[in-house]
């Protein structure tokens, strides 16, 4: 009789692993027999429950006898359609009963094929072949299953690792980069006012506004980064224009407003938001609401709000830190004066934004004040 040859794998060559049920001994005994001649391994067990132990996923079939003590064929058929390691092991019924009632029992329990007793051996060795055929089609499926999760997997790793990688980077670089922007700004500040706490707060005052209007925490955000470069554009006024310690003459205080085109035009050639940002705020911040301000004279809301924002930020800060030609305003003092020009020289739904997060402004301020260094503002502007 022609031979199955043991089907190579990727472990090395093994032969079909069959296990043979059976209550008689002498049945297991001569269908083992047989089925060697076939070149399969043979594994005899004499109940259900010896069954149920030896199969594991080493199988590749079964052939169950019908009527058993204890645990029936069916019954058995059922247990292992239940167990997920070995529901798909072939499994071929093995009975002396033509009777079809038990033979739909058997297909509904889950067998795939029945052999008659006395057994035909060409036919259980076709029907055999046929069903191994089918468990080694399987079993390349599954394995090719476990291999793509398993490079699905990999893969997953390797990316969630590259975008963690990119995260850092960017952040890393983000910050470097805000950090350079924020030590530009404070370079131009340090011509004319010492140590450049004035950026500092005023961010800090501007992001507060922002938050009180309601603006997203990204907005906020970027009008803190942003702020600090709003008198970026001092660094293309002449020092004795800047440093002068006295009142500045109409022509040099046409001159001193051109800090506000210098600076959008330094920052606007930037592909980056942040400082694009900052070119928007440099060139709007000495706007008024009522359209009285530089460099354009733009009005209400054609002032970018970001400008208007800036704007209540700024002067506080000017009036609360002492200049040479002029002490600093008490909290109290400032918030009068600019009281005054709500409506005129600010917008006022900005303007009670700030004024509503007093107990923060205080804050802010008295941090700088405590801060060790702290210098006062000598120039003009
Ligand atoms: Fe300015
Ligand atoms: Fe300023």
Request: with cysteine.
């Amino acid at each position: 009789m022609e031979k199955d040859y043991p089907i190579q794998n990727a472990v090395g060559i093994r032969r079909k692993r069959i296990l043979v049920v059976d209550d008689e001994i002498i049945n297991c005994q001569l269908i083992k027999g047989i089925i060697e001649t076939f070149g399969y391994e043979v594994i005899i067990a004499t109940s259900g429950a010896m069954a149920l132990d030896l199969l594991d996923t080493s199988f590749d079939l079964a052939l169950l006898d019908v009527l058993m003590p204890e645990m029936d064929g069916l019954t058995l058929v059922r247990k292992i359609r239940e167990r997920s390691d070995i529901r798909h092991i072939p499994i071929i019924m093995v009975t002396g009963l033509a009777n079809k009632k038990c033979r739909l029992e058997a297909v509904e329990a889950g067998a795939n094929d029945f052999v008659s007793k006395p057994i035909d051996t060409t036919e259980l060795h076709v029907r055999m072949r046929s069903l191994l055929k089918m468990k080694e089609a399987l079993d390349g499926i599954k394995e090719y299953q476990v291999r793509l999760e398993e490079m699905v997997r990999v893969r997953t790793r390797t990316l969630i690792s590259t975008v963690e990688s990119l995260s850092l980077a960017r952040r890393t670089t983000q910050e470097a980069h805000r950090k350079t922007i924020r030590c530009l700004a404070m370079a131009a500040e340090y011509r004319n006012v010492g140590v450049a706490n004035h950026i500092l707060r005023m961010s800090e005052y501007s992001a507060l506004i922002a938050r009180n209007l309601g603006l997203p925490d990204n907005e906020v955000e970027m009008i803190l980064e942003a702020s600090p470069m709003h008198d970026i554009g001092k660094i293309g006024i002449a020092d004795a224009i800047l440093l002068k310690p006295g009142k500045l003459s109409p022509s040099e205080w046409g001159e001193m407003k051109e800090h506000a085109c210098i600076g959008a035009h330094i920052l606007e050639a930037s592909s980056s938001e942040l400082i694009q940002t900052g070119s928007l705020i440099a060139m709007t911040h000495h706007e008024k609401w009522d359209g009285s301000g530089y460099p354009r004279g733009i009005s209400g809301k054609n002032i970018p709000l970001l400008g208007r924002i800036c704007a209540v930020a700024d002067v506080f800060d000017a009036l609360t830190t002492a200049r040479p030609y002029k002490k600093a305003f008490s909290v109290k003092d400032a918030l009068t004066i600019m009281h005054a020009v709500r409506g005129k020289h600010f917008d006022v739904r900005v303007f009670d934004a700030f004024t509503h997060g007093m107990k923060e402004v205080r804050f802010i301020y008295q941090c700088y004040q405590k801060k060790a260094g702290h210098r006062i503002p000598t120039g003009n502007c």
